[in-house]
């Protein structure tokens, strides 16, 4: 029983060791090449070939340089206010979330810019408490590793923006016939007002409630001061 024990133990920390080093080094081997393809979007082609659709895929990586500072103050104005403050975590924004959530049945989410880019890079969609402890964890290892222009650069080029649309440059000539690097301000917020619900909301022809919503995003940004700082709030 003792031989037992102590192989089961052996194992476990083997295994333990070995997922650490294979995970903290694609973290490392990611802080400088592009990521083409994530698990959400191998699923959504799955999901597109059993419902008998056409697969579609439209993604194009773009250095941080090649898109718009607009859109990088969006979608921290519209997502994550406290993106270049907080080291992947924002328990002010968790804690309002819990006690919104408590209140009303129309639930609110708390997840930073840096947990929906270790979510969308490493796992897969899903709830579950495996799910977020890995998310949790992912989330650590790219703010401890990358750098935060990183982690903006990777959200924006792997984002789901509508159907079969990944990334700012793909949903700029999608919708906007221009690259990521032009569009304007309210084009912009309208990426990022988007992204809660990419496959609910239309970018391109934008409800009233939709045109509220970017209306207050330009707002926020207008507050912000037009353009991010990321050497005097966040990390070089």
Request: glycine residues 6%; contains cysteine; positive net charge.
């Amino acid at each position: 029983m003792k031989k037992l024990l102590a192989r089961t133990w052996k194992f476990c920390l083997k295994s333990f060791l070995l997922f650490i080093a294979i995970t903290v080094g694609l973290v490392v081997l990611l802080r400088w090449i592009p990521v083409y393809v994530t698990p959400l979007m191998v699923i959504r082609m799955v999901e597109q070939k059993i419902d008998g659709k056409e697969m579609k895929l439209k993604k194009t990586w773009k250095p941080l340089e090649e898109i718009s500072p607009a859109l990088q103050l969006a979608v921290v104005c519209a997502e994550d206010k406290n993106f270049l403050k907080h080291h992947g975590f924002d328990f002010g924004a968790i804690e309002k979330a819990i006690k919104h959530n408590e209140k009303n049945k129309r639930k609110r989410g708390a997840s930073t810019i840096s947990q929906q880019t270790a979510k969308n890079v490493f796992l897969w969609p899903g709830r579950s408490w495996v799910r977020k402890g890995f998310e949790v964890y992912f989330t650590f290892l790219i703010e401890t590793i990358w750098s935060k222009k990183r982690i903006m650069e990777v959200y924006l080029n792997i984002v789901e923006l509508g159907n079969g649309v990944y990334g700012a440059e793909a949903a700029s000539e999608a919708y906007f016939n221009t690259s990521a690097a032009k569009i304007n301000k309210r084009q912009a917020a309208t990426l990022a007002i988007v992204l809660p619900s990419p496959l609910k909301y239309n970018a391109k022809h934008p409800s009233p409630y939709l045109n509220g919503r970017i209306n207050w995003a330009l707002q926020q940004m207008r507050f912000w001061g037009g353009k991010l700082d990321y050497d005097k709030k966040g990390k070089k």
